[in-house]
Nanobody
Framework: QVQLVESGGGLVQAGGSLRLSCAASGSIISMNAMGWYRQAPGKQRELVAVITSGGSTNYADSVKGRFTISRDNAKNTVVLQMNSLKPEDTAVYYC??????????????WGQGTQVTVSS
């Protein structure tokens, strides 16, 4: 079993910054991609940013140049630094982690979600 615990989020004015953190724990043998997704009311969940164990990153076009994803492989944590926030960034943000647990069983888990609200 693998658990993801998210922290950060909250209410910020447009132009401000927030930092989201996600820590994975449990029976983890290897961690592959870790990332952040978001879901705004009435919309589908979408990719925000993802980072591989080797450090390769991929960002949604809408956040490029404003958001930065990073990870600590030793601690199985992933951080999303969000700068120059816009009202359209308002959503519930979910952490996602993929890897292998005991017995080399593949897993993909979601965090519980954290609300980010950007006021204009």
């Amino acid at each position: 079993q693998v658990q993801l615990v998210e922290s950060g989020g909250g209410l910020v004015q447009a132009g401000g910054s927030l930092r989201l953190s996600c820590a994975a724990s449990g029976s983890i043998i290897s961690m592959n991609a870790m990332g952040w997704y978001r879901q705004a009311p009435g919309k589908q969940r979408e990719l925000v940013a993802v980072i591989t164990s080797g450090g390769s990153t991929n960002y949604a076009d809408s956040v490029k140049g404003r958001f930065t994803i990073s990870r600590d492989n030793a601690k199985n944590t992933v951080v999303l630094q969000m700068n120059s926030l816009k009202p359209e960034d308002t959503a519930v943000y979910y952490c996602n982690a993929q890897g292998h647990s005991t017995g080399w069983r593949p897993f993909a888990y979601w965090g519980q979600g954290t609300q980010v609200t950007v006021s204009s």
